[in-house]
Every structure is written in C-alpha cells, then in structure tokens.
C-alpha cells in the first residue's frame, strides 16, 4: 500500500510539473511577437462570432494557432468584446496585443474631404467609384 502512494505521489508531481511546463509554454506564446508573412490588414463585420474573427487572422496569416488564440482570448478577455471595423495590424505583435487592439476597436481611420457646393447624390458617386 506505501509503495502504491508513493508511486501515486509520483505520477501525481511528474503530471503536475507537466501541467505548469505547458501553462508557461502557452503564456510565452500568447505574448511572444509573431512575424507578419501575409496580409496586415482584416475587416470583422458585426455579428460575427469568435470562430469567424479567428479564422479571418488566420487566413490572414496574423496567428499561427488558431485554437490556442481562441482559448487565451476567452481567458485573458473577452471575445465577445471584440468590436466590428477594419483593422491594420503592425508587424510583430503578439497574439494579446492583436486580441487587445481588437477589444479596444482600433480601427483604421479614413478621413474625406466633400467640396463646397456638392449634392449628396455627387458625394455618393465619389465614395461609391473609391471607397478608400
């Protein structure tokens, strides 16, 4: 009986040194820089859920493990706080400050000038024919 709590002990702290080996390997990933290799820039429309906005960093080569995002983003934050608009992400962010600039809804800000004396249907036309 001694013998079989002691081995139980042991595969208890080899399990548990395991777990604490994975957690810190997980929290060095979710704030380590990832290298940009494709597009910068992604737009989240509103209503879309979490699985959506990760897949759209993904396919944007933003994140490089989409479940563990996913899973850091619902414990650190909350994806659902993730706000709609187009987004410009600079080269070698982490996947928190990609998740925090999502929260925060840092946006791309686009500025127009409309000349004096334009009808709305002229303004329309112009945003319509360049939309940036």
Do not use: C
Not at 2 to 24: M, P, Q, T
Not at 54 to 62: D, F, G, I, K
């Amino acid at each position: 009986m001694k013998r079989f709590l002691i081995f139980l002990f042991i595969i208890g702290l080899i399990a548990g040194s395991g777990a604490i080996a994975y957690i810190a390997a997980l929290k060095i990933y979710w704030q380590a820089p990832q290298a940009l290799s494709g597009s910068n820039e992604i737009f989240v429309q509103k209503g879309m859920t979490s699985r959506q906005i990760v897949e759209t960093l993904e396919s944007a080569q933003l994140i490089d493990y989409p479940f563990l995002f996913r899973s850091f983003a619902t414990i650190y934050g909350d994806v659902r706080a993730y706000k709609a608009g187009e987004y410009r992400f600079e080269a070698h962010l982490s996947p928190e400050a990609i998740s925090q600039q999502l929260m925060k809804g840092k946006t791309i800000q686009r500025s127009i000038t409309i000349p004096e004396g334009w009808i709305s249907a002229q303004v329309m036309q112009a945003l319509n024919e360049q939309p940036y």
